[in-house]
T-cell receptor, first 112, second 116 residues
Framework: RKEVEQDPGPFNVPEGATVAFNCTYS??????FFWYRQDCRKEPKLLMS?????NEDGRFTAQLNRASQYISLLIRDSKLSDSATYLC???WGGGSNYKLTFGKGTLLTVNP | DAGITQSPRHKVTETGTPVTLRCHQT?????MYWYRQDPGHGLRLIHY???????DKGEVSDGYSVSRSKTEDFLLTLESATSSQTSVYFC???????????????FGQGTRLTVV
């Protein structure tokens, strides 16, 4: 089983739609969780961290369920500029080293 | 944005030749990573470093070696390039709060490597 698995997508939605991405991770010792965004031919950039109690940043809501080893990202009122690949990232490690493991990403296209 | 740069940005090389990619960061980050990104596979960890001269293998380390002689530089070497190593390579460094929700990984702009 892959360490981090995401919805394969792609997702095509109209402007204004609500879209949800899901991600599961296999390592129960994972410590921190993130959503990154990657535009075509660009480097990934942090979209938001995922806190244990869930967190919101404007139109974006992230949730974590440690018992189910599940992370989600909800985008409300989607904009054309939200079109990108969304990457689920899990950070685990101990002592002196930490590994960042990425899901394969889910491509979102928001259409006019 | 954190100061992290990769060089070269593009390279075409022949099968069997050695290739070194450089990652340079100016943030004094302890952790640095090399990934490759291929269609259908996402970002896969090649090697990472948790300090000067401290490195470890990732999931796709065969055919690659790394070195970190200074905090700011992390080199990735393909000893004898093969066509299967044609890919986009990203370097990243991990900032404050490693292991917590506060940690943010910053990426270089990527190196597009073609092995012919």
């Amino acid at each position: 089983r892959k360490e981090v698995e995401q919805d394969p997508g792609p997702f095509n939605v109209p402007e204004g739609a609500t879209v949800a991405f899901n991600c599961t991770y296999s390592n129960s010792a994972s410590q921190s969780f993130f959503w990154y965004r990657q535009d075509c031919r660009k480097e990934p950039k942090l979209l938001m961290s995922v806190y244990s109690s869930g967190n919101e940043d404007g139109r974006f809501t992230a949730q974590l369920n440690r018992a189910s080893q599940y992370i989600s990202l909800l985008i409300r009122d989607s904009k054309l500029s939200d079109s990108a690949t969304y990457l689920c990232v899990v950070n685990w490690g101990g002592g002196s080293n930490y590994k960042l493991t990425f899901g394969k990403g889910t491509l979102l296209t928001v259409n006019p | 944005d954190a100061g992290i740069t990769q060089s070269p940005r593009h390279k075409v090389t022949e099968t069997g030749t050695p290739v070194t990619l450089r990652c340079h960061q100016t943030e004094n980050h302890r952790y640095m990573y090399w990934y490759r990104q291929d269609p259908g596979h996402g970002l896969r960890l090649i090697h990472y470093s948790y300090g000067v001269k401290d490195t470890d293998k990732g999931e796709v380390s065969d055919g690659y070696s790394v070195s970190r002689s200074k905090t700011e530089d992390f080199l990735l070497t393909l000893e004898s390039a093969t066509s299967s190593q044609t890919s986009v390579y990203f370097c990243a460094s991990l900032g404050q709060g490693a292991g917590t929700e506060k940690a943010e990984a910053f990426f270089g702009q990527g190196t597009r490597l073609t092995v012919v």
